[in-house]
C-alpha cells in the first residue's frame, strides 16, 4: 500500500494537536486494504476527516495544519456546527466532516480501528460504517468501494 507523505504528515500533526478525528472515504478503503483486495490502486484527489466539530477541536486543527496549510487560518471556530463539511483547498484538499451521512465523530469512535503506518497511530473509521457512508452513493467509486469492502469484511481474519 502506498500511502502519501502529505497524508501522514496530517495525522501526524493531528495527533501532536491531540485533534478529535477518524480517516473515512478513500483513505479508509486504502487503510482496510482495499487495495490489496482488489488487485488496483484506490485513488483520490483529497484526504476526508470525520472530525468532532467542537470550538476546542477546531482550534487543535488549525494549530496542527498552519504549517501544512495556511488557508486553515480561515476556518472559523463554529463552521463544523453550521455545515457539515468543510473543504480545505491548498497543496493538500483537506476535508473536515462534521457529519457523514448520519454518521458523526461520537457514532464513528465507538468502533474505530488504529492502524499503525509507519510509527503513526491512525483512527479509521470501522469497516461497516465505512461501508454505510458508501452504499447510498450515487458513484461509481463508491458502489466498487462498497463491493471490495463487502469482500474484505467476509474475508477471514
Known amino acids: ?71 486553515v487560518k480561515d476556518l472559523h471556530n463554529d463552521d463544523l456546527k453550521k455545515y457539515r463539511v468543510i473543504k480545505i483547498v491548498g497543496e493538500a484538499e483537506i476535508d473536515l466532516i462534521a457529519k457523514l451521512w448520519q454518521i458523526d465523530y461520537k457514532i464513528a469512535i465507538d468502533d474505530a480501528v488504529i492502524k499503525g503506518i509507519q510509527g503513526i497511530k491512525i483512527p479509521v473509521l470501522s469497516l461497516d460504517k465505512l461501508i454505510e457512508t458508501k452504499i447510498n452513493s450515487f458513484r461509481e467509486r463508491d458502489k466498487a468501494d462498497v463491493y471490495w469492502l463487502k469482500k474484505l469484511k467476509k474475508k477471514p481474519k
Not at 502529505?6 to 478513500?26: D, S
Not at 466539530?53 to 501544512?68: D, Q, T, W
Open 1 to 71: 500500500m502506498q500511502v502519501d507523505k502529505k497524508f501522514l504528515e496530517i495525522c501526524k500533526k493531528f495527533n501532536e494537536n491531540r485533534v478529535e478525528y477518524i480517516v473515512c472515504g478513500a483513505y479508509a478503503c486504502k487503510l482496510h486494504g482495499i487495495e490489496k483486495i482488489s488487485g488496483q490502486q484506490r485513488f483520490t484527489n483529497d484526504y476526508d476527516f470525520i472530525v468532532d466539530p467542537s470550538e476546542e477541536n477546531i482550534k487543535k486543527i488549525k494549530r496542527a495544519l498552519k504549517k501544512i496549510n495556511p488557508d
